[in-house]
């Protein structure tokens, strides 16, 4: 399979340069999420289209939960960070996978959260191994993949922990 380099520019003097794969095999994850995700309208979680996934050449998977203290931490830098860059880049994604233990638990993290992003449905996140093969063994995890499913940047380097902000600041600085 032949790829090409592709320069993504991700804001002032972000530069994130990845190998990206012919329109033949793109839309690997698009795939996996299409028909799966959720966005919250009021104070529910409903079925989304999320038109721009299609074309993400660039999802983050988003592993965290309400009742994670850490999580509570992070997301909030994670919203400012997603505000910022979605209406510059509409090529980046972020599909929030909950580690929470119901889906109104889902859904009220969701809400508190002011998560601008689709979230993958409750019931299809649970036993996922698709998407779930990404996530690291604690969160909140952060990992962002290509549109074929290679990870670019991850949480986790093998079990070292070195946390979300690590994805974010390969950003920033790549």
Same mark, same amino acid.
Request: proline share 7%; glycine share 8%; hydrophobic share 40%.
């Given at each position: 399979?032949?790829?090409?380099?592709?320069?993504?520019?991700?804001?002032?003097?972000?530069?994130?340069?990845?190998?990206?794969?012919?329109?033949?095999?793109?839309?690997?994850?698009?795939?996996?999420?299409?028909?799966?995700?959720? /966005? #919250? =309208?009021?104070?529910? *979680?409903?079925?989304?289209? $999320?038109?721009?996934?299609?074309?993400?050449?660039? +999802?983050?998977?988003?592993?965290?939960?309400?009742?994670?203290?850490?999580?509570?931490?992070?997301?909030?830098?994670?919203?400012?960070?997603?505000?910022?860059?979605?209406?510059?880049?509409?090529?980046?994604?972020?599909?929030?996978?909950?580690?929470?233990?119901?889906?109104?638990?889902?859904?009220?993290?969701?809400?508190?959260?002011?998560?601008?992003?689709? /979230? #993958? =449905?409750?019931?299809? *996140?649970?036993?996922?191994? $698709?998407?779930?093969?990404?996530?690291?063994?604690? +969160?909140?995890?952060?990992?962002?993949?290509?549109?074929?499913?290679?990870?670019?940047?991850?949480?986790?380097?093998?079990?070292?922990?070195?946390?979300?902000?690590?994805?974010?600041?390969?950003?920033?600085?790549?």
């Amino acid at each position: 399979m032949k790829t090409n380099s592709l320069r993504f520019l991700l804001g002032p003097a972000l530069i994130l340069v990845c190998c990206v794969a012919t329109a033949a095999d793109a839309q690997t994850i698009a795939s996996q999420l299409n028909g799966k995700l959720v /966005a #919250l =309208r009021g104070k529910s *979680a409903l079925p989304c289209a $999320a038109p721009d996934l299609p074309q993400a050449k660039y +999802i983050a998977l988003y592993f965290s939960a309400g009742w994670c203290g850490p999580c509570h931490q992070f997301t909030p830098a994670l919203v400012k960070f997603y505000n910022e860059m979605k209406p510059k880049y509409p090529g980046f994604e972020v599909v929030f996978v909950s580690e929470d233990e119901s889906a109104n638990a889902m859904e009220k993290y969701m809400g508190e959260m002011t998560m601008p992003w689709p /979230a #993958l =449905r409750y019931s299809a *996140a649970k036993g996922n191994r $698709a998407l779930n093969k990404y996530a690291g063994p604690g +969160i909140p995890c952060l990992v962002l993949l290509n549109e074929k499913g290679e990870v670019l940047s991850h949480s986790y380097e093998g079990t070292n922990y070195l946390g979300p902000y690590k994805v974010m600041n390969d950003l920033k600085n790549s």
